[in-house]
C-alpha cells in the first residue's frame, strides 16, 4: 500500500550541524511489488513525454514546410464552382493582388482573356478523364502584369473521398516564355511571326473541331508598296509597314490574332467569328487604312481576302481560300475586300492537276489521290450550298 510521504526532519533531527536531503519526493513504496509499478508508471509517463516531443517537432517542420510552400509555391484552392477560397503568399506577390481582391472570385480572373473562357471546362473534363490537367497558361495580374505558368489541376477530397474543390499549382516560365516569344515574332512589327501564325492556325483548327466553334481569316496586302521602297527607301518602308500594323492593332479585338506573314503582306485570325460579321471586320480595316495619313508617303490602300473556316477543312485549304481571295481583290482594282470561296479553290486544285496530267509525256495514269478527294470536297461542298 502507498502511504502519504511525511517530513521525517523533527525538533529532534534539526538541530545544529545536521541536515537532511529527501531521497524520493512522492509516495512510498512499501515492498517490492508497488516499487516496480511505479518504475513502469514513471517509465510509460518519460515515452509519452518523449514521444509529445517528436510530435512538437514534427508539427514545427511541417509549419516551416508550409510556410515555405505558401511563399514559394504559386498556388490556389478553389470550390467546385471554381470561386477561389484561398491563395498562396507567392500568388499574391507574382500576380499583384492583394488577398481581398481574388478571394471569392472565379479562378478566371487569374487568366488571361485572350485565352477565352472555355479553357476551364475543357481543364475539368481533362480532370474527369484522367485525374489532373497540366498545361502552360499565360495569367493576368493587377496592373494589368503578364506572366506564364506551368500549371497543374487537381481536384480535392473530403474526408468522405466526395470532391470538394481543386487546387492549382504553378511554376513561374516567364523568362522561358519571353524568349520563345522573341523567337516567334517579328522583330520590326512587333506582331506575330510566320512560324507563330502557324501554330495559332492549328490551335484554332483544334478548338474548331473540338468545340464546333467558327473563325475566320483575313489576308491583307499594302497596294504597291514596292512603290514606297522604289521612290522613298526601305526606311521608309519599314516605318510604313511599322504604322501599319498599328492601325492593325487598334482596329483588331484583344481575342484577334494578328501576324505579317511576309513582305508587305499581313494575317488577322479572327476567333468566334462568322462570315458576315468577319467582312464587316474587313471592310473597317479597309476604310481606316484608306483614311490614315502615314508619315512621308501620306495615304496607301490595302487589299483583303477573306475566307471562314468550315468543318474538315486543312490549314492549306483555308489559306488557299484567303489567298485566292486576296488575288481577285488585287485583280478588281485593290482598295477592296474579297470573300473567298471554297469551291473555287479546289476547282483550281483540279484544273492545275489536269494541266499537270496534259502536259506530262507519259502514258496516262489514273487520277493522284489528292485530285480524287478535291473532286469529292467540291462535290460535297457544292451539295451543302444547294441545301442551304
Not at 49 to 60: D, K, P, V
Not at 110 to 132: F, R, V
Amino acid at each position: 500500500m502507498f502511504r502519504p510521504y511525511s517530513n521525517p526532519i523533527s525538533s529532534r533531527t534539526a538541530g545544529a550541524g545536521n541536515s537532511y536531503r529527501p531521497k524520493f519526493s512522492g509516495p512510498r513504496c512499501t515492498d517490492h511489488g508497488e516499487r516496480t509499478g511505479c518504475h513502469l508508471l514513471l517509465a510509460h509517463c518519460q515515452a509519452a513525454q518523449a514521444n509529445l516531443s517528436n510530435i512538437q517537432r514534427g508539427l514545427i517542420q511541417q509549419q516551416q514546410l508550409l510556410k515555405k510552400f505558401d511563399s514559394q509555391v504559386i498556388a490556389s484552392k478553389t470550390d467546385l464552382d471554381l470561386n477561389i477560397t484561398w491563395v498562396s503568399e507567392a500568388l499574391l506577390k507574382i500576380s499583384g493582388y492583394e488577398a481581398e481582391d481574388l478571394l471569392g472570385q472565379p479562378v478566371s480572373k487569374l487568366l488571361d482573356p485572350h485565352l477565352g473562357y472555355e479553357l476551364y471546362p475543357e481543364i475539368l473534363t481533362t480532370i474527369d478523364k484522367c485525374g489532373s490537367w497540366r498545361g502552360t497558361v499565360r495569367h493576368v495580374g493587377k496592373g494589368p502584369n503578364y506572366y506564364w505558368v506551368e500549371a497543374l489541376v487537381e481536384p480535392l477530397l473530403d474526408y468522405q473521398g466526395e470532391r470538394c474543390g481543386y487546387i492549382q499549382i504553378r511554376q513561374d516560365i516567364t523568362h522561358q516564355k519571353r524568349l520563345e516569344e522573341l523567337w516567334m515574332t517579328d522583330h520590326l512589327t512587333g506582331l506575330h511571326n510566320r512560324q507563330s501564325v502557324d501554330q495559332l492556325w492549328e490551335r484554332e483548327i483544334l478548338r474548331s473541331t473540338r468545340y464546333g466553334d467558327i473563325f475566320s481569316v483575313l489576308l491583307i496586302d499594302i497596294d504597291l508598296f514596292k512603290r514606297v521602297n522604289d521612290e522613298h527607301g526601305h526606311l521608309v518602308g519599314d516605318e510604313i509597314l511599322f504604322q501599319f500594323a498599328q492601325l492593325l492593332k487598334q482596329v483588331s479585338r484583344d481575342t484577334d490574332h494578328i501576324g505579317r506573314w511576309g513582305g508587305e503582306e499581313f494575317i488577322v485570325l479572327i476567333p468566334n467569328t462568322n462570315l458576315s460579321s468577319a467582312v464587316l471586320m474587313a471592310e473597317k480595316l479597309r476604310e481606316t487604312i484608306e483614311q490614315f495619313k502615314f508619315s512621308t508617303v501620306g495615304s496607301l490602300t490595302a487589299s483583303i481576302g477573306l475566307a471562314t473556316y468550315r468543318h474538315g477543312m486543312s490549314q492549306e485549304e483555308l489559306f488557299g481560300v484567303a489567298d485566292r481571295a486576296l488575288y481577285q481583290a488585287k485583280a478588281r482594282g485593290r482598295n477592296r475586300v474579297e470573300v473567298g470561296d471554297i469551291r473555287d479553290h479546289l476547282a483550281e486544285s483540279i484544273r492545275l492537276d489536269s494541266d499537270k496530267d496534259s502536259n506530262s509525256n507519259r502514258e496516262k495514269k489514273p487520277e493522284s489521290p489528292t485530285s480524287q478527294t478535291a473532286q469529292l470536297t467540291l462535290e460535297n461542298s457544292n451539295a451543302q450550298l444547294n441545301q442551304q
